[in-house]
Each structure stands twice: as structure tokens, then as C-alpha cells.
């Protein structure tokens, strides 16, 4: 079926509005993001200045790369749990949200060590038994790390899951004050 001229017309606009919407939502979004993310509420301030967490979770499922890109597109990152205060707040939020299946936090296997995704070596840590083990003879499988109920697990970045954003708050000095988003 052939379009005519009337036709191919009438299509062109209807792109080229669909395309000035699509970049309108992108402009406003790219304004708004971070004014919604700073109106959050902080958690009800059972922790230290260094560790409190924003309270909200991200439910959609990305793989451990789309993840990180959507939390960064949002001028966040995935969390570094440095210590066990952080590993037990960012593990309440997903046990508040009832989320019983691992969540991806920003730790990666590279050049055969556990690394940060802000650049901290791994000096604290909670595997799960058995989380965390290499098979030096496949080099993509279980090289991003997630956390559950049960500990930190090492699992195949291509895996689809929910996630956490962290985002340092405006409202203080130090670099340890993150929202969970």
C-alpha cells in the first residue's frame, strides 16, 4: 500500500509533534528530577547523619548496567555499603517494601577484585554464603553485586532486578548522606 501525498503529509506531522512532545517531557524532566529527588522526605532519623537513607526504592526491573545508568541519568549512583549501618538501612527499605528478591547495589568484579561503583575498595562485607566466589574460567557470569535478605550475592549483570539510587543530600557537609530512590 502506497501513501499519498495527502497522507504522507498528514504522517509527517503527526512524527514531528510526537517528536517536539517527546523532547518537551525531556526538557521538563531534566529540570524537575532533581527539585522532586531534593523534596523527598529523610527517613525518621534512626541513624547517624553519616548513613541516614531517602526511603524509596526503585521497582522496575534493569539489568545491573541499566541500573547504574539510570540512577546516574538522575544524578545518582548505585549505593556503596561501606559499613554494616548502611548495609542495614539500604536492607530495612527493601525488607519495608517487601521485596524478597536481590536488589542491585554498586558493587562489580573488575581485574579480579570487588570494587565500588564511587571508587571505595571493598573493605567491608556481607556475602551470602557463598557470594562473591569466582569461576576464573567464565569471565561474565556472576560479576555484579546485589544484596538480599540473605547477604550480598554475585550474580550475572544481564539479570533483570529492582535497585537502589543513592544521591548525596544537599542539606549537609558530608559525602556519607545518600537517598534511596
Known sequence: MYLTAEDYKIKSKLSFSIF?????????????????????????????????????????LFSWEEALEHCRLNHGDLPSLLNETQDNLALNKINQANITDPVWIG????N?????????????????????????????????????TKGWESLDCQNELNFICTRKTDDTPSDKLFKII
Not at 527539585?35 to 526511603?55: C, E, M, Q, V, Y
Not at 558493587?107 to 573488575?110: E, G, M, W
Not at 556481607?126 to 557470569?141: L, M, N, R, V
Open 107 to 110: 558493587l562489580r568484579y573488575l
Open 20 to 60: 517536539v512532545l517527546v523532547a518537551m517531557l525531556l526538557a521538563f524532566l531534566s529540570v524537575a528530577a532533581p527539585k522532586l529527588w531534593n523534596s523527598l522526605p529523610l527517613n525518621d532519623g534512626s541513624a547517624t547523619h553519616l548513613t541516614t537513607f531517602k526511603s524509596l526504592l526503585k521497582t522496575y
Open 112 to 148: 579480579d577484585r570487588w570494587l565500588w561503583v564511587n571508587g571505595d575498595p571493598l573493605v567491608y562485607e556481607h556475602w551470602a554464603q557463598g557470594g562473591g566466589e569466582q569461576d576464573h574460567q567464565c569471565p561474565i557470569q556472576k560479576r555484579c553485586g546485589a544484596l538480599s
